[in-house]
């Protein structure tokens, strides 16, 4: 069967986060005021697996092999 | 009163993703097919607003004056 599986890669809580940084000043200087920014990168992928828990489980080895760092990101995943 | 919002920005359908091919490439290298694969970028934003529609227009604006490139992304905005 076909799923969609979302990938959400963030650093971890704590990290230092320069882009994030780097944007809030931008907006600031743009006139906007944020108590918070932070970022993220996501993966929609559509793949083949036999069910719900294997689409989940084949994300979770893509992220570990190849998408996130597990020294600085975590990652959640969402199949549907 | 403070909201947080969510903002997703990817490239416009049809736009040509040379990260995501070879992403895709790389998953192929280490053993996982994939039929289809998109990337995004994603600001969690906390602000202070009088609403929940003022929090939107204010994410909006960030968007169309830094965030996004109206020529080759779309943006979608979540308020929490």
Known sequence: MKYTVTITIRLKEGMLNPEARAIQHALKNLGFQTE????ARLFRIR????????????????????LANPVIHDYAIEVE
Chains 1, 2 share one sequence.
């Open 36 to 39: 918070d920014l932070t970022t």
């Open 47 to 66: 793949l083949d697996a036999p069910d719900a828990a294997a689409a989940r489980e084949t994300a979770r080895q893509m992220c570990d092999r190849l």
